[in-house]
DNA sequence: TACAATTAGATTGTACACAATTAAATTGAA
DNA sequence: TTCAATTTAATTGTGTACAATCTAATTGTA
């Protein structure tokens, strides 16, 4: 029954589901974030900023595992919508600092809600994603 | 401690693993798949072919969760390298068939060594793995 | 102190992803 | 049979991702 190829079907791989999933829920998320002006992207560097306030591009790129070429333009997207700045450091003009804006800040009360509408929609069982995400994250620091 | 914002925290969220391992993975085989000229989307769609012979573009896109707006580039791309053949189907010209050439049949006997590769060079455990993989699976079927 | 090496971000080019629209072929109901 | 509805791909537009390159600023060292 087994042959050598049964190594490359395609419901034989790991890395498939964890595709088709990662996709899958950024689109899940896809309504809400719509309803507040982001993307998914641009969500998750917001999440960063309403913790930190302020980072440099550099510190943003290493905490979201993404590079100049994709956050540059991300950036620019969230400083045309109004809610972060972009600024040089006086210490070192290499380093651009992002700041939120009264607007950024304010946005935070309205992406508070999006968390338990997301676990609402989705029917992941609580033991499930706690497993889910014990392997994620370990399989992180492989990166 | 907990305040109101903590569900919007980063390290709080299962979707930025799920992204961040999703894309991981993904570069992980690129070494790999340069060797034998594909991109990874191009490497599934391969396989679906690699055990069909011969598909439509919508079956194709079915299996991959895909739509033609993704598809047809990466279609294209195949057929430039000469992997794949397209043609309209006789009893539905709106449907696009895709074959497997020559190359691209040939092309599996390099792509079965990449799994073996990959795993080698991936530290999950494989408990692990296989957990991942239940949960993705169960996962998979909401969308 | 010069100046080579390093660093940070921006730019360019390629390749997805997906929403929305278009165009052509087919189907189905009046 | 006719023509409106449906179906399938292709196209267009926006937004990532990432490699490679470029530019400007800073750092380390001879």
Redesign the pocket.
Same mark, same amino acid.
């Given at each position: 029954m087994a042959d050598k190829y049964d190594c490359l079907k395609l419901d034989n791989q790991l890395c498939f589901p964890l595709?088709a999933c990662s996709?899958g829920v950024? %689109?899940a998320y &896809?309504p809400y974030l719509d309803e507040i002006g982001l993307?998914? #992207?641009?969500y998750i560097a917001m999440m960063v900023l309403w913790e930190c306030e302020e980072v440099? =591009? &550099?510190q943003l +790129?290493q905490r979201l !595992? @993404? /590079? =100049? +070429? #994709? !956050? #540059?333009?991300? @950036?620019k997207?969230l400083e045309s919508k109004g809610f972060i700045d $972009?600024s040089r450091s006086k210490? /070192?003009? $290499? %380093? @651009?600092i992002i700041t939120l804006t009264e607007k950024g800040r304010a946005l935070r009360d309205e992406a508070v809600k999006i968390p338990s509408k997301m676990a609402a929609c989705s029917n992941i069982d609580p033991q499930d994603a706690a497993e889910l995400y014990r392997i994620l994250r370990k399989m992180m620091k492989n990166f």
């Amino acid at each position: 029954m087994a042959d050598k190829y049964d190594c490359l079907k395609l419901d034989n791989q790991l890395c498939f589901p964890l595709y088709a999933c990662s996709k899958g829920v950024v %689109n899940a998320y &896809k309504p809400y974030l719509d309803e507040i002006g982001l993307t998914y #992207t641009q969500y998750i560097a917001m999440m960063v900023l309403w913790e930190c306030e302020e980072v440099t =591009s &550099k510190q943003l +790129g290493q905490r979201l !595992l @993404l /590079d =100049s +070429g #994709t !956050l #540059t333009p991300v @950036l620019k997207a969230l400083e045309s919508k109004g809610f972060i700045d $972009r600024s040089r450091s006086k210490e /070192d003009e $290499r %380093n @651009l600092i992002i700041t939120l804006t009264e607007k950024g800040r304010a946005l935070r009360d309205e992406a508070v809600k999006i968390p338990s509408k997301m676990a609402a929609c989705s029917n992941i069982d609580p033991q499930d994603a706690a497993e889910l995400y014990r392997i994620l994250r370990k399989m992180m620091k492989n990166f």
